[in-house]
């Protein structure tokens, strides 16, 4: 069996750091120390530099149909950008068509990753439609490691369940000791203040964040947290963007009740004043929208605080020609932004260089804390004996620009154009393969592996 000794390097986990080798054999790592021998080992030698587990990002849509169109990264495409970006697993959303079973909504994106992903990846699945026969799909779907049930509190007539489903789903996701997600929005009082807008000509991209105010958001978590703590369930609320919202799951830890929180990466360094542009507002039309700079304050605190425990990226990109959907009205435009590729560079770069997070909390949330809730750890989301050898090497002080002449995803335009990185990733492996190395990739289509996933453990 092929070994691999990376040597020297500056090993980080979410409880450890310090400088050691790290020896892998296949695709685990067999030992950790600093006097390892590892005769006949191929060595990376990584002085200077820091070894992270491999990313995890729990909230990405590849080759997904929305809003009338398809996100432009397939599984091959947005896997192979993740793994340039130090994301060696993502877990992507199946949807649930209304009217039909998870099974055929299953079927068919496996159809999709199976022999094409390139990264590892697993699937959460979005019940759209509760009904007595998906209730008894849900012990099918935990049995096929899929252990995450994802609700969408908005996008009415398409996506959306109502309270009662809400209930129904949490009593049933708890018999099996599952996980309840919400994307949690007020669906109709936005849907409400878009008729508004768009009754009175109010078309351009900044109505898009003028209908989903925070109050939108801080209800419908509060209210996804009430139905929660009721009913018992394990729940974690995605894409986390403001104070109104936080401060409910801080009302709910109050009555000794943990909400899992994610946030993306997007609301941490981005904020609402690009919509103020109407001509580039379209390439921010994500839901929820951006926020203020005091959410962002809110976000940064709330990471350390232990309030939110992911940083996500809610990966759903589209072509500008996509966007362009909806020129002529808001509600058109194709929702969602793209960023799997820069999560990690830009949380090290925001987060760790600036001195707003330490490294160990930025491993945390980028990949220790979703193993965990997500029922993936130990194999991912560290760097131990056994463990799948999924690592990162980064150079913490090597600058680099965003671009999307250079990005690897399938998009035409990047929403962090010109930012200047402090610390990039030099190699990924991947279950003890170098997938990518120097910019380039290692590893063929088709590499990734579906990850069975089991029940959190955090
Ligand atoms: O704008 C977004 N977030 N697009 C993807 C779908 C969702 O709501 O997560
Ligand atoms: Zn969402
Ligand atoms: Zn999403």
Known sequence: MASLLLKNGRVVTADSDSVCNVLIEGETIVALGRNLAADGAEVIDCTGKIIVPGGIDPHVHLDMPFMGTFSSDTHETGTRAALHGGTTTVIDFVLQKQGHSLREALTEWQGRATGTAVGDYGFHMAVTDFNPSTKEEIQDMVAEGITSFKTFMAYKGALMIDDAQMVGLMQEVRKHGALVTAHATNGDMIDTLIAQHRAQGQLTPLYHYLSQ???????????????????????????????????????????????????????????????????????????????????????????????????????????????????????????????????????????VSKGRISLQKFVEVTSTNAAKIFGMFPRKGTISIGADADLVVFDPAKTHTISAATHHMNVDYSAYEGWELTGKIDTVLLRGQVAVDAGETKVPKGYGQFIKRGKTAF
Request: proline share 4%; aromatic share 8%; hydrophobic share 35%.
């Open 213 to 351: 105010p925070e109050v939108t958001e801080a209800e419908a978590s509060g209210r996804f947290a009430d139905i929660a703590n009721y009913t018992g369930v394990n729940s974690y609320i995605v894409h986390l963007t403001c104070e109104g919202a936080l401060n409910q799951v801080r009302r709910a830890t109050e009555r000794n009740q943990r909400v899992f929180v994610e946030t993306c990466i997007q609301y941490l360094v981005l904020d609402a004043s690009l919509y103020e542009d109407e001509a580039n507002g379209a390439k921010y039309v994500m839901s929820p929208p951006l926020r203020e700079k005091k959410d962002q304050a809110t976000l940064w605190a709330g990471i350390n605080q232990g309030l939110v425990q992911v940083v996500g990226t809610d990966h759903c990109p589209f072509m500008l020609a996509q966007k362009l959907m909806g020129k002529d009205d808001f509600s058109k435009i194709p929702n969602g932004h793209p960023a799997i590729e820069h999560r990690m560079e830009l949380l090290f770069s925001e987060g």
